[in-house]
């Protein structure tokens, strides 16, 4: 049985460094995205860790849930450095929930979470979400863009309307539309003194008419409608986030049969920073307060790369400190994870194992004592990952790594998971999954046992000629230097020697001699 009878690769899989939830407008990079998207469908439990972490599954589990049960606490915050997809799954969750069901957009993401779960009942209860639920309202914030979070709410309320047949051309029924067309009617004498009076603030009334939503415009206008008439004009009372977010659901998603109303906040913690060190405090408590009240019907995600709580403590002036916590609890502590990309779950995803051709190769007892051994040599040589970190024990490695990352050897998927690459390569998904990419031609075709019955594995050892120096710029300048001083030119298993010999330095690993 050749290696491609037992495992499939994925080859539209990619993680993408600069993606952004503003790429939702632009088609073709859009879809490229979507097609490069890898679902983790495993977080593992970490005992004794503050907070628990999910895998991009799990956050789509969750949303599906709060939409089907209508019921449940649906304010969700995901912490997780740079580079781990927060902003790729925001985009994706965007795709998925505002596109009609038949969409090139959805299927593209249907068939991607297809190719993760790998469980044709689980996948269709996702298809069948979709379906059943259609387009919803997704409201798309940029912590990056948004400064005034009235403003930016109100104006990402308006793009989603635009975005739907059934509610374009709606206008959001509160005091700024009064405002818009009383500044317009004004006569020549009337603007003048308008003008006159604008200009003490700092503005005019073109900018006046393109800034109603920002925090300040109401007391503005009124106050310039009382200089113009000699009385307050009579505009309506400002509209909290609250109420509009109650609006968006009740008004909007109710009647045109919309699925619901799903606001995605993308850097979170850089919109934090502005945001507590301004003076306008009390908006995101509105906000959420609104998502709260509306329970099956609505959901919030923000997606963080720092700790809210630390980002309060370093940007808050010290006299609101405390009011800045208070806001931060509308996000629930149960609610708050971090957003995992575990490299084995990603590798996984990658190298999809047909179980019935592993069944027919390593099913029985006797075929397994190649696997058995390498799982045990990584165990012992990896413990501090897999025992003290993730908890796994050694059916739960097998399953994940021996199997799960098959063809490469447990301990290429480790050290590829581990191993602090020098120049940063090794702990970005993208560098592993071009290692297999580059490795895939050779191999997808040889025989899945060697002649002498053992698993034909990806060593470790493969990774010199791919990492180079980023494996260890000490070790790969001796691993040279040892090629160049040889007086007559290796053979290929001298040169496999070098390269297993320079892994096991680089990475520290202090083998016995059966296990070199």
């Known amino acids: 049985m050749r290696i491609a009878d037992l495992v499939s690769m994925d080859a539209s899989g990619d993680l993408p460094s600069d993606v952004q939830l503003s790429h939702f407008g632009n088609r073709e990079l859009n879809e490229e995205l979507l097609?490069?998207?890898i679902f983790t469908v495993h977080a593992p439990t970490t005992y004794g860790a503050q907070q628990r972490s999910l895998a991009a599954w799990d956050v789509l589990e969750q949303l599906r849930t709060l939409f089907v049960a209508s019921r449940g606490?649906?304010?969700?915050?995901?912490?997780?450095?740079?580079?781990?997809?927060?902003?790729?799954?925001?985009?994706?969750?965007?795709?998925?929930?505002?596109?009609?069901?038949?969409?090139?957009?959805v299927?593209?993401?249907?068939?991607?979470?297809?190719?993760?779960?790998?469980?044709?009942?689980?996948?269709?209860?996702?298809?069948?979400?979709?379906?059943?639920?259609g387009e919803f309202l997704v409201v798309r914030l940029q912590g990056d863009a948004v400064t005034d979070l009235q403003d930016g709410f109100v104006r990402a309320l308006e793009q989603a309307l635009s975005e739907h047949p059934a509610t374009q051309g709606l206008e959001i029924p509160f005091w700024s539309r009064e405002a818009y067309q009383w500044l317009v009617s004004l006569n020549d004498d009337a603007?003048?003194?308008?003008?006159?009076?604008?200009?003490?603030?700092?503005?005019?009334?073109?900018?006046l008419q393109a800034d109603l939503t920002r925090q300040g415009a109401y007391q503005l206008v009124r106050e310039l409608s009382k200089h113009v008439t000699g009385f307050y004009y009579d505009f309506g009372r400002e509209a909290t986030l609250e109420e509009l977010v109650l609006w968006a659901v009740d008004q909007v998603c109710v009647?045109?049969?919309?699925?619901?109303?799903?606001?995605?906040?993308?850097?979170?913690?850089?919109?934090?920073?502005?945001?507590?060190a301004g003076r306008t405090p009390g908006k995101?408590?509105?906000?959420?307060?609104?998502?709260?009240?509306?329970?099956?019907?609505?959901?919030?995600?923000?997606?963080?790369?720092?700790?809210?709580?630390?980002?309060?403590?370093?940007?808050?002036p010290s006299q609101r400190r405390e009011d800045a916590r208070k806001e931060l609890d509308r996000l629930p502590k149960n609610k708050r994870a971090g957003l995992y990309s575990l490299m084995e779950s990603v590798l996984a995803s990658y190298l999809k194992q047909d179980m019935a051709n592993w069944d027919i190769c390593f099913g029985e007892p006797a075929k397994r004592g190649y696997l058995n051994q390498a799982r045990i040599v990584t165990q012992k040589h990896f413990h501090k990952r897999y025992g003290d970190e993730l908890k796994w024990d050694a059916g739960q490695l097998y399953e994940k790594v021996v199997t799960g990352c098959f063809p490469l050897h447990p301990m290429t998927t480790a050290i590829l998971s581990a191993h602090a690459f020098d120049l940063g390569a090794g702990g970005n998904p993208r560098t592993a999954l071009q290692f297999i990419r580059q490795t895939w031609p050779n191999l997808h075709q040889q025989p899945v046992r060697l002649p002498?019955?053992?698993?034909?594995?990806?060593?470790?050892?493969?990774?010199?000629?791919?990492?180079?120096?980023?494996?260890?710029?000490?070790?790969?300048?001796?691993?040279?230097?040892?090629?160049?001083?040889?007086?007559?030119?290796?053979?290929?298993?001298?040169?496999?020697?070098?390269?297993?010999?320079?892994?096991?330095?680089?990475?520290?690993?202090?083998?016995?001699?059966?296990?070199?």
């Open 35 to 37: 097609r490069n998207y």
């Open 73 to 105: 606490e649906n304010r969700i915050l995901l912490t997780a450095n740079y580079g781990h997809g927060k902003s790729h799954l925001a985009l994706v969750l965007a795709n998925l929930f505002a596109r009609p069901a038949g969409s090139r957009e």
């Open 107 to 133: 299927k593209i993401i249907l068939d991607r979470l297809q190719q993760a779960l790998n469980d044709p009942p689980k996948f269709g209860g996702y298809r069948d979400f979709k379906r059943s639920k």
């Open 191 to 207: 603007r003048q003194r308008a003008s006159d009076f604008l200009a003490m603030h700092g503005t005019d009334v073109p900018t």
């Open 255 to 276: 009647p045109h049969k919309l699925g619901g109303l799903l606001v995605l906040f993308d850097e979170f913690s850089l919109f934090l920073q502005k945001y507590m």
């Open 284 to 316: 995101l408590q509105e906000l959420l307060n609104g998502i709260s009240k509306s329970q099956g019907k609505s959901a919030f995600i923000a997606f963080s790369q720092l700790d809210v709580e630390t980002v309060a403590e370093n940007y808050a």
């Open 452 to 516: 002498d019955s053992r698993p034909n594995f990806v060593y470790a050892a493969a990774l010199v000629d791919f990492f180079g120096e980023q494996i260890s710029q000490k070790w790969y300048t001796a691993y040279r230097s040892a090629i160049e001083a040889s007086p007559e030119a290796l053979s290929e298993d001298q040169r496999k020697v070098l390269q297993g010999l320079l892994v096991q330095q680089a990475v520290d690993l202090k083998a016995a001699r059966s296990e070199q």
